[in-house]
Structure formats: structure tokens, C-alpha cells
């Protein structure tokens, strides 16, 4: 699709004006598969594992995940990734388990989430793992690696988008030339006209701006088409028969997409006005602010990019060791490579006790930067031999982000 | 309307210098003071719509006869431009927005009321567990762990149990809609022609149809004299000692003008233009019509306009006949922003012009608003349109004036921008 689509509802202007009305409304939209009387609702799945944007991103925070007894989540916002090691789908699965379906489809399979315990810098610390029963399609391929991504919160996401990409290239080429232990990689993404872009949105910086990021998770998320990912069966493989035959919504509607162009403008409209939550301010911050530069956690988590309250991240992406590993690539990123998560707005979520990385398994911001490993190993082993009034102040300092 | 503005939420804040000293001009005061006095006005005589659709349901419940139906739906048709006009009167006023919910929530899950048709409503929805409640058949409900005892139906039931049961919006158990939907029913005809066809024989004790006429008797009574009830708690907030008026006129004068401004412009914007218009056009969505069972969406967002209009010139024709005047904001920013007073008076009737084409598009019987809507609607798509850039330019006028009078506005983007925590929450 052109780029021009996605540009044209971002102009301010009057064909913009209440764009973030509307687009607010479409986060909050629940949309229900075809064929229904409300075309306009429908075209949801066949698999999906959301009906709507605030179903995962709850006022567009990082959702509080909840399981029961047998593991399985009794809240969205938890999704499981397939991919084979070189970053392909699975056959039959695709690229996520959705764990919903619409009537006459079967759903992939039951999740449910096991803890893995591991000795990290010393300390036991459990991760998530996602076991998956019933899978209705048979196996997965046997190569398919597995891995959870928690829906990240949407604060702030205008300042990543405005980010020029020079201005990416340009601090990736000065960590190479600094030779130092932090060497991060641009995420390289041709878009569709063929120009080399920087992505920068999603865990693994694969999408370059918020239009595409919005098409990819109504796609994955709730198999809905739109200019940018235009299969009207979302994830369904040839491998799911039931699936590709099963209605698609959107005929009733201008274009030949369930969610056209004009919806993903408003909503990436109303995701450009959510700012930044404020963190909880301490006198012991600005002691932890010295000590987070000295570590070199500023190395990577910098203010360099600007941003009001400053993104702190360099957009780039990072080899963060074993630990962490998705077990698969992802774009152009490697299976333990990630985007410098942005830290502005930690304190909100330190403040809700949300789940931190991308599976949301540190429990706490110490346990997040303990995970740390690869490239911020030294980083991480310099916060381990600091003193504790150090690491208590710098932990006060992310909490006033 | 009891979605929340949020985007663009016209929030001014005083920073107001000199509008005292012109001799023709009203003064701020004088403003103020008459707007409270438009306010009483039209809220008396949204009541007294109120009463006279009270009168046409009771008699239809003593006779319940397809004449008389018709004589009550024409009742609430009638009543419905006395309270659209005072719509411009509800952003700004806290105390107006409080009781609003009660009175003009939209839109609503009917199914949690009475019976509905799956094949077109659906079976359930995620996020509305009483999505097919149907209080009108089921006298015990369970709302989470909370068991409700709705043997008998009362106001009490509908306002404390029912409205927004389960902390769900879309449950909407009292006002204006859900009387609407009582005497209409559902509208299946989607983007077709034609509006919900509910018989009478739904309330005929010796005929009922549907089941459960007595209830359903019940529940419509109970409904419409919930809405006398609160439309008179609303008009008394605009008497001499009332909560609306004594809140605005203790507030600084410039602040008064802030206030009035801010209804105008957040109910031209967000509001109308954004929620109830474009959304809808954008989705081609014959549920996001505001009067979507009676098929009198032309007449809702006509009478908005009327309304605001009718307070921008402190200028009104009361249900009586006679007129209402006095000092305005038209003529105050006259003496003190001429121009952009000027076009802000042109934008107005502009917009009139845009609402009064989609009404009169509606009345002919040519194109029911909910038709307007529909994909593939060139004409209607774009009398609609006309519309919502008609108001988002009167919006962006009143923004003009407001800075014009030394009033300092901070157009918001998102609601979203002061509390993050509302963006999830219809």
C-alpha cells in the first residue's frame, strides 16, 4: 500500500479534525466476526485473541495478567509467537496461537503458562513458559519455537514515531565507533516503495511507524484486514481450512478491507495524544540518576532521542543474552536481540506492579535489570557490586520516570 | 450523552482582561446571568415535554391500542427538541452533567431490558454480562455475585440496580433511549428504510404478546416517570438558589463566559461532530444513530443545533410560543472581538443550514439518517459530512471569539492527555 494512506490522516487539518475522537472509539470498539446485521462491526477472526484494542491494553497500559489454577490466563493481553529459527511461521499455525475462534472454527489450542525457574545473576527467578494442549491442527512443526509477548503499554508512542531515522543511524554508528561492550544493530526494514526505513515499534523494532503497528495487531491479534495487512483471515494458514473458509466481514463497506485506511488514521490519531504517565519523584533520584550513568545502563538507555519526558532508549536493538532469548528471529532482529525497551513511564508501571520485559516476567524493576545479560552484562554485573543505598537510588530514579 | 468527551474537550481556562468598560456592550455578569435564566427556561420546558409524553403513555397503558402507541411515540417525538436544545447546557455545568446519564445515555445494549432479536443483536457480548438480561422477563438477576430482586419494577430498580449495572455504560436502564426502545422496539431494517415496529399488544394484559405484558407495563411506566422526575431535578438547577446557576455565578464572570463557551464547543465538537456523526458515517453503522429505534436522529442532532444557537444569541422560542431574550455572548463579542464575532455568527447559521438539510432530507421520507449513513450512500455521506465540517468549523469559530475576549483556551487533544486512565472506559 502506499505510504501516502497513512500519512494523510496525520496532517492536522480539517480533514484530520476529530480524528482522536474517533480513533478513541475504535480502541474501545468490540468487533464481532461475519456475517453479522452490523456489518460495519464484523470481519473479527476467524481466530482471534481479542475483540478489541482495550481488551490487551487496558487505557493503553501494559495489562495485569491473571491465571488460574491450571495456568491458564483468566485476563488478555498475554499472546503466544511462533516461529521457526530462521523468523518464518509455522505451517499450519502461523505466526500466534489465538486462543478464540468464530463459530464452526476450531480454536488452535489451550494455553496455559508454567513458571521455569532459573538462577539469574544469583538470584532464582522464574519466567513464563507456555505449554500448549489441544491443538486442534495436529503438531506444530518441530522446529516451531514458542514464546510469550505481554501487550506493551501505548504511552508516548509519538515521540518513537518522530524520531528521524538519521537520527538512529546515527547513534548506532557511534556505539560502533565507540567500540564499547554496547554495539546496537539498526533494525533495517524496506518498506513497500522499496526505501530502507528504521523500524522502531514492536519488542523486536519491527514495524517503522504506528500505522503498520496498528495493521499488524488488528492482523495477529484479531485477524482483521486493513490496507497493510490485507488477508481477510488474519493468521490462518492454508494449513486451516475451516478458517480460510469461513466468512469475512467487510464487503458492506467502502473498501475491499475489514478495517480501512480511515480507521487506522484515527486510531493512530488517538494513540499520538496518550502522553507519558508521570513517575514518583524522590530525593533519592537524582543520587540514582549518577549512579544509572555510571553502571552504563545510559549507554543504551540514554536520553539522547529527546522526547518529553525523554524516551531513554536508543531504538536500537540489543543482544540481551540467553535468558531472554525468544528462541526465534523476528524482522531483522535475532532471537536474543531486542529494541531497547523506552524507559519513560517505568514509574507508572513500577507503581501498578506490572509485569516487566516482554513476557512481563520480572515482577519488579531489580528482577528486569538482573535479565539483563549479552550486551548489558556489565552494566548489569556493575548495579550487582554497587552498594545497596546505590541500588536503592537508582531504583528511585526509574521510579521517577 | 454519556459517552465522555474527551478529544478535544474545549478546556478554557481564565486569563480574561477588560470587558467592563464598553458601553454597549453587556457586561460579563449580565451574560452570565441570562445564560442561567435561557438555562431555567429551556429546562422548564424540556419537563414540560417530558409531562406530556407522561400523559400519552399513561393514556396508551390504559388503552393499549395501536392508536394510541402512535399518540405516545409522537409524544416523545415531540419532546425530544425541548431536551436536545438544552444539550448545549451540559459540558461546562457539572451539576448538568451529573444528572445526564440518567436522562440522555446512549447507546445502549437493549437486550438487558427486553426481548430482542439474537439474529440481528447477537447472543452475548464480552463486555456487557447482562447483554441479554431481559429484566422485563426475568424477575431475579444476578449481577456479578449481587443478586437484584426485580419482582417488582420500580424507578428505585431501574436508577440504583439496573443503570449501569456491573459498572457497564451500555447499560442503560433509564432517559429518553430506553423509553424509545419501549415504544418502538428494535429497528432491524439496518441502513434500510424504516424504524423499530413494536406492537401495541405488548402492553394489552388480554393480548399480550411477547410474554410478560405486565412487567413490560411496568418498566415503561417506571421509566417515564423517572424521566419527569430527573428532568425536574435538572430544572431546578437553573432556579434562583439552583446548584447549576449558584456555581457558575459564584465563579469569576470571565470564568462564567469560559464555561458557556465550553459547552458550545465541546458539544459542537467531540460531541456531535465526533461521536455521534462521524463515527457513525465512518462505520456506516445504523447502531451508532443517536434516536436509532424511533429513526429521529435528524431531529436530535437538528435541535442541538438550534439549542446552541439559541444560547451563542441568547435568543429562544419557548414551548409556549413566546420568546425568550437577553444579554448574550453574540453581543458581547461583538463590542470586544467584532470580527470574530462576526464569523462565528456566520458559522452558526451555517451549520443550521448543513443540520436543517439532513432534517429536511429525513422528513420528506425520502432518506431516513440511519440510510444516510449506509456504505455506498453518496448523497447521504455527504449531507452528513456537510455536517460535521460545518460544526468543526462553528467549533473552531467559537474558538476564535474565545480568544478574541482575552480568554485563554487550551484545545485539548484527548481527555486522554489529563487522565490516561479513561481511555479504556466507555
Redesign the interface.
Known sequence: MPAAIVVAGLVSGPAAALDETIGRAMFRRAWVPAPSATKSDDGLGPLFDARACVACHPAGDRPIVTFDRDGAATTRGLVVRLARPDGAPDPVYGRQVQHEAATGVPVEAMIAVAPDHRSVAGRRLARPVARLADLAYGPLAADTRVSLRLAPPLFGLAAIEDVPDEAIRALAAKQAAAGGEVRGRVSEVIDETGTPRVGRFGFKAQQIDLGRQTAEAFSTDMGMSSPWRPAAAGDCTTGQPACRAAPQGAPDRAGPHEIDAAIVASIVAFLRTLPVPRGTASAEAGKGERVFVAVGCAACHGGDLGGAPPLRSDLLLHDLGEGLSSGHGEGSAGAREWRTAPLAGLGHATARAAGLLHDGRARTVEEAILWHDGEARGARDRFVARPAADRRALLAFLASL | MK?RL???TLALVLGFAGLSQAAAAPTAEAVVASYADLGRAMYEDALAGAKALQGAVDAFLATPNPEKLAVARKAWIDARPWYQQTEGFRFGNAAVDALEGKVNAWPLDEGLIDYVDV????ET???NPLYRADVIAHPKLKVGKKRIDARRITKKLLAEDLQEAGGVEANVATGWHAIEFLLWGQD?N?TGPGAGTRPASDYDLAACTHGNCDRRRAYLKAATDLLVDDLAAMAALWKDDGKARRALTKKPAAEGLATIFTGLGSLS??EL???RM??GL???????EHDCFSDNTHNSHYYDQAGMTAIWRATYTRRDGTTFTGASTLDLAREKAPEAATKADALFDATTAKMKAIKDTADSGRMAYDQMIG??NVEGNALVQGG??AL??QARGIEAVVSGLGLKIAME??A??DD???????
Open positions: 459517552r474527551s478529544t478535544s439474529s440481528k443483536y447477537g457480548n464480552e463486555e432491524l439496518g465538537y467531540g461532530a465526533g461521536e462521524k463515527l465512518i462505520l456506516h453503522d445504523p447502531e451508532e456504505a455506498g460535521v465540517d468543526v468549523a487533544g484527548s486522554s492527555l490516561p486512565s479513561k481511555v479504556g472506559k466507555k
